[in-house]
């Protein structure tokens, strides 16, 4: 196979860690990643944080007041809002918009709908924290980053190689292929190889790390606990899919029988053992559509 320019897996990894145009994680995210790994998150840890972005302190108070929660009278003050929204939905609100201000930063692309790409991320973020909340998984890790960044490695695919980048999609899109696949073929890499990459640059959990760079071959990791959160976010990537939350890809999302992270949930969850994967996601329908409403709120 001959990629663009004949370049190697070593050279994609040199430009993830030499680029000074391929994003950082920002501040505020990773204050509040440390704090919900430490278990130090509370009010009294996350107000702060807010307070240092203005326009993202005006987000949390617009979401407060939004007619999602339907208060009869105005949330003014940001300790109210932690109380109306709860800390859970309020730092991943917090780490959301961080993450996408920051990241989609001078991004152009006008073939691609950066938008979408986010909606995807988003989406993926909440129905795996549903799907964690659904059976029961107990974790410090905050679940809600491994959907939101499992796919940052197309982004910095991207600001490594526009045309290259638009290339995969256009022919993922005419030959029905996974991005991955199409990804290979241009590239020789794919964004699960680069996002494994920037997750080393940025130094964070391995748990992150993990359901980054294997949340397509969730199977390939070797310790267990690990391997759980690959398959999470292989799950909820999926989920994603079959209900048209997808980002570029023009596959058919038929049900995945033989995906390995729904395999693997199967294995260790015996309410799932008999659950196929169509009845599931029926299962979990209305909470669907409060996710869907949630994601809307978080791009308007």
Not at 15 to 23: A, E, I, K
Not at 53 to 79: E, F, H, T, W
Not at 149 to 163: F, N, Q, S, T, V
């Amino acid at each position: 196979m001959v990629v663009r320019g004949n370049r190697s897996p070593e050279y994609y990894r040199e430009q993830v860690f030499s680029l000074t145009n391929l994003p950082t994680l920002p501040i505020i995210a990773t204050e509040i990643l440390r704090s919900s790994h430490e278990d130090n998150l509370s009010v009294n840890q996350l107000l702060p944080i807010i307070e240092k972005d203005p326009p993202l302190a005006m987000k949390v108070l617009k979401i407060a007041n939004s007619a999602y929660y339907g208060l009869k009278r105005d949330v003014k003050s940001l300790r109210h809002a932690i109380i109306v929204i709860g800390m859970r939905e309020l730092s991943n609100v917090a780490i959301s918009f961080s993450v996408i201000k920051d990241l989609s930063h001078d991004i152009g692309g006008y073939h691609i709908s950066w938008k979408q790409f986010w909606k995807h991320s988003v989406a993926c973020g909440y129905v795996a924290q549903l799907i964690v909340d659904e059976l029961g998984i107990s974790t410090r890790s905050n679940i809600y980053t491994f959907g939101l960044l499992h796919d940052i490695g197309k982004l910095a695919l991207y600001r490594i190689d526009p045309e290259g980048y638009i290339e995969a999609l256009e022919f993922e899109k005419y030959n029905k292929c996974s991005s991955c696949d199409a990804e290979k073929e241009i590239f020789g890499v794919t964004h699960s190889d680069v996002g494994w990459w920037m997750a080393e640059k940025w130094k964070i959990s391995e748990e992150i790390k993990s359901a980054v760079g294997y949340h397509h071959h969730p199977e390939k990791v070797s310790d267990n606990e690990l391997k759980m959160y690959a398959a999470l976010t292989q799950v909820a990537d999926l989920v994603c899919n079959f209900r048209s939350l997808n980002f570029g890809s023009e596959c058919d999302f038929s049900i995945p029988v033989e995906a390995a992270g729904w395999k693997i949930l199967q294995q260790e969850y015996e309410s799932l053992d008999k659950v196929d994967f169509e009845s599931f996601v029926s299962g979990i329908e209305d909470e669907l559509k409060t996710i869907k409403e949630m994601v809307g709120l978080l791009q308007t």
